[in-house]
T-cell receptor, first 113, second 112 residues
Framework: AQSVAQPEDQVNVAEGNPLTVKCTYSVSGNPYLFWYVQYPNRGLQFLLKYITGDNLVKGSYGFEAEFNKSQTSFHLKKPSALVSDSALYFC???????????FGTGTKLQVIP | DTAVSQTPKYLVTQMGNDKSIKCEQNLGHDTMYWYKQDSKKFLKIMFS???????INETVPNRFSPKSPDKAHLNLHINSLELGDSAVYFCASSQDDTGAKYFGPGTRLLVL
């Protein structure tokens, strides 16, 4: 069975500082990894994905994520946080096959002005 | 130019009633989904359809019945609503197995 863990319920970061939202996964086989963002009272929005290839994936709004196979991690990063980045972030993992995707429990990012 | 739309946005109803939620996507995607997000923001897949065929049916009570009249629409009908059905229901679509999902705005269901 596949699983994904987001160990932090909330991450606080000052505006302008780099941010990291952590994600680790467990799958049998090669993972497909995703990050989504959810703003209040909105649906999830796709940020980026890793399927294969370069371990550093660049996505929307200046976000990037690094796939680390040995640590089974896929942390989300941004060099300089904006107040508008404050939202709920979900990591997700799949192993293909009609997208039976498992979502993490979400991490609330609070960027402090 | 909404990619994935859902109606209604809010739904307040009494226990025991039957209700439907509609979803439409104009992205030309082959696969559509229903997800349930509970009060703790935990997101769980309910159903997945690929070209109008049911692909994933996670342990969802029989009271929930999805219907896909064509690949652009996936509706969710719920019979005999219970208090525990209160949640936000999201429709989503994706192009293929590795594709990103595009989510609708959600339907906030409150069962009284």
């Amino acid at each position: 069975a596949q699983s994904v863990a987001q160990p932090e319920d909330q991450v606080n970061v000052a505006e302008g500082n780099p941010l990291t939202v952590k994600c680790t996964y467990s799958v049998s086989g090669n993972p497909y990894l995703f990050w989504y963002v959810q703003y209040p009272n909105r649906g999830l929005q796709f940020l980026l994905k890793y399927i294969t290839g370069d371990n550093l994936v660049k996505g929307s709004y200046g976000f990037e994520a690094e796939f680390n196979k040995s640590q089974t991690s896929f942390h989300l990063k941004k060099p300089s946080a904006l107040v508008s980045d404050s939202a709920l972030y979900f990591c997700a993992v799949a192993t293909g096959g009609y997208q039976k995707v498992t979502f993490g429990t979400g991490t609330k990012l609070q960027v402090i002005p | 130019d909404t990619a994935v739309s859902q109606t209604p946005k809010y739904l307040v109803t009494q226990m025991g009633n039957d209700k439907s939620i509609k979803c439409e996507q104009n992205l030309g995607h082959d696969t559509m989904y229903w997800y349930k997000q509970d009060s703790k923001k935990f997101l769980k897949i309910m159903f997945s359809y690929n070209n109008k065929e049911l692909i994933i049916n996670e342990t969802v009570p029989n009271r929930f019945s999805p219907k896909s009249p064509d690949k652009a629409h996936l509706n969710l009908h719920i019979n005999s609503l219970e208090l525990g059905d209160s949640a936000v229901y999201f429709c989503a679509s994706s192009q293929d197995d590795t594709g990103a999902k595009y989510f609708g705005p959600g339907t906030r269901l409150l069962v009284l």
